[in-house]
């Protein structure tokens, strides 16, 4: 049985719509074994609209994602889902091929892959995609509002 966790409504915003330079964040258990397992909050920007060999279906974004953040929701400035948090660029595999050491270089899926309707009716996120979210937007309102939403699956 899972615990009853007041849940908040996400919305889910078109992920097409994400420009360069967007500020965006996401909450997260990076490395809980080390740091705990509290949600941790991490802020960057968009730095591009696709991912490797130009992949369309990815978004390039420089918050620092470490293991523990994958699928996590990737949220814009008005606390709208654009993506998920997938991966980082492999330090020892890009320090192989270009010689250099990539630094913040991470992807999140775009949420346009995942805003079907029946996900979209599942786990708290709105249908339609459009839930009011107060002005002004307050991030640190916003993210004791939805931690809940966000908990951290650990396999053995």
């Known amino acids: 049985n899972l615990p ?3 849940l908040k409504r996400l919305a889910l915003a078109d992920a097409t719509k994400v420009k ?3 500020k965006v964040f996401t909450i997260g258990y990076p490395v809980s074994h080390i740091l705990g397992k509290e949600p941790k909050y991490s802020e960057g920007v968009v730095n591009a609209l696709s991912g490797v060999e130009d992949n369309p279906k990815m978004l390039q974004i420089s918050v620092p994602i470490q293991a523990g953040n994958s699928g996590g ?3 814009n ?3 709208e889902v654009i993506g998920l948090i997938t991966s980082t660029f492999v330090t020892n ?3 192989m091929l270009s010689g250099a050491l990539p630094q913040n270089v991470n992807f999140a899926v775009k949420s346009s892959l ?3 309707k029946a996900l979209a009716q599942s786990k708290g996120v709105a249908a339609t995609g459009f839930v009011p979210v107060p002005v002004p937007f307050s991030v640190s309102v916003f993210v004791a509002g939805v931690k809940n939403n966000i908990v951290l699956i650990e396999v053995e």
């Open 77 to 79: 400035e008005r606390g």
């Open 114 to 116: 995942f805003a079907d």
């Open 93 to 95: 595999e890009a320090l």
């Open 4 to 6: 009853k966790i007041p």
């Open 73 to 75: 929701p990737l949220f």
């Open 20 to 22: 360069i330079g967007e």
